[in-house]
């Protein structure tokens, strides 16, 4: 293919940039996620090297900033079906949440690169629960809202979604 004649990446929109945003919330102080990592800014998770600091909203602007290219480009790489702008978004809201391997293994990556797009929203609501320290996987109440989010922004382009 000619240069002239590659396709653009996508790139998450000023919407879908706040739209996670408001889902992940802003935390200057790290804090232990529920996966037990340090974690801080907009759900930046800290490699095993980084010291764990307070740091500054210009700065967890910066990571978010990082991390959205990032799961932009996985996604990129991951599908290839032709997203819409709300149904890219959707997809990297529900990359960055769940990290790109679990994203790059799931039956919604498979649902879309195989066309079956009616099944993604439903394949959305799957990662809507937590595991307990038993190893027993529950909903959770948040997860659950957040991945309905998903799936209306997938499905109807519908922004408006947040907590």
């Known amino acids: 293919?000619?240069?002239?004649?590659?396709?653009a990446e996508q790139r998450v929109s000023d919407n879908g940039r706040a739209?996670?945003?408001?889902?992940?919330?802003?935390?200057?102080?790290?804090?232990?996620?529920?996966?037990?990592?340090?974690?801080?800014?907009?759900?930046?998770?800290?490699?095993?090297?980084?010291?764990?600091t307070t740091i500054t909203l210009a700065q967890a602007d910066t990571l978010l900033d990082f991390d959205l290219q990032y799961f932009a480009d996985r996604?990129?790489?991951?599908?290839?079906?032709?997203l819409s702008q709300p149904q890219f978004d959707a997809v990297c809201s529900l990359a960055f949440n769940i990290g790109a391997g679990n994203f790059a293994t799931s039956h919604l990556r498979?649902?879309?690169?195989?066309?079956?797009?009616?099944?993604?929203?439903?394949?959305?609501?799957?990662?809507?629960?937590?595991?307990l320290p038993s190893g027993e996987q529950v909903v959770?109440?948040?997860?659950?809202?957040?991945?309905?989010?998903?799936?209306?922004l997938f499905s109807n382009g519908d922004y408006s979604g947040r907590p």
């Open 19 to 52: 739209f996670i945003e408001a889902w992940e919330g802003c935390r200057l102080t790290p804090y232990l996620d529920q996966r037990n990592y340090w974690t801080v800014g907009y759900g930046h998770k800290l490699q095993n090297d980084d010291k764990p």
């Open 140 to 152: 959770d109440e948040g997860l659950d809202k957040r991945r309905h989010a998903e799936a209306a």
């Open 1 to 7: 293919m000619e240069p002239d004649q590659m396709l």
């Open 110 to 131: 498979i649902y879309l690169n195989q066309g079956w797009i009616a099944l993604v929203p439903r394949a959305f609501i799957a990662w809507n629960k937590i595991t």
């Open 75 to 82: 996604v990129d790489v991951l599908v290839s079906a032709a």
